[in-house]
């Protein structure tokens, strides 16, 4: 072993860089390679279910030229075996009859089909045209019934009324808001 690297070093030192240039080379070259087949890869490995995934989706219904609903999502995911799209960062807007907008955001989220009806959970938001917040659990939304429902405990802020209950029916057609359950209001001064 003595002889080999006494050998190496009395070459010409010429001989010596070059060979270790072309190592780093080649060390890079590799590197480099291994970068450029990740970032040519497909995307993040999917569930073998899952058949289409949207980022960024905005989806709008509407009705004889009149803006029903407005749906963006940070994420979208079509199952194979499933009628339905799973939702992630959700932020509705629904017009009301009179034109005016109620707002919904949630985590996640499930639309079926033609928008017909969407369900939302986690950190649910409602935000109606008179400023009235209303936070839940889970809420589901029937769009040909014109209705919003909530089986969880529920509270609404409106100026200075704050108010719980257990359960929810928002009738949009009516514009009425029913708590069903251990209904509590306080009123500050």
């Known amino acids: 072993m003595a002889d080999l690297i006494g050998k190496l070093f009395r070459r010409p030192p010429e001989l010596f860089w070059l060979t270790m240039v072309a190592a780093l080379l080649a060390a890079f070259g590799l590197y480099q390679y291994r970068a450029w087949q990740e970032d040519s890869a497909e995307g993040p490995n999917l569930p073998s279910d899952v ?4 980022h960024d989706l905005t989806a709008t219904r509407s009705a004889e030229g009149a803006l029903q609903w407005r749906l963006t999502a940070r994420q979208a995911s079509q199952a194979m075996h499933e009628d339905r799209t799973q939702l992630e960062a959700v932020h509705m807007l629904l017009m009301n009859q009179q034109g005016q907008e109620i707002v919904i955001t949630a985590d ?3 639309l079926l089909p ?4 969407m369900s939302v959970r986690s950190n649910v938001e409602i935000l109606l045209p008179d400023a009235t917040r209303l936070r839940t659990d889970t809420l589901a939304y029937d769009a040909a019934a014109a209705l919003i429902t909530s ?6 802020e ?4 704050s ?16 708590l069903q359950d251990r209904v509590r209001a306080v009123a500050q001064p």
Do not use: F
């Open 114 to 117: 033609h928008g017909d009806a």
């Open 163 to 178: 108010t719980t209950g257990i359960g929810m029916q928002i009738e949009l057609k009516k514009r009425r808001v029913t």
């Open 108 to 110: 996640s989220g499930t």
């Open 51 to 54: 058949e289409l995934v949207m």
């Open 151 to 156: 089986s969880d405990p529920v509270t609404i």
């Open 158 to 161: 409106a100026g200075k009324l």
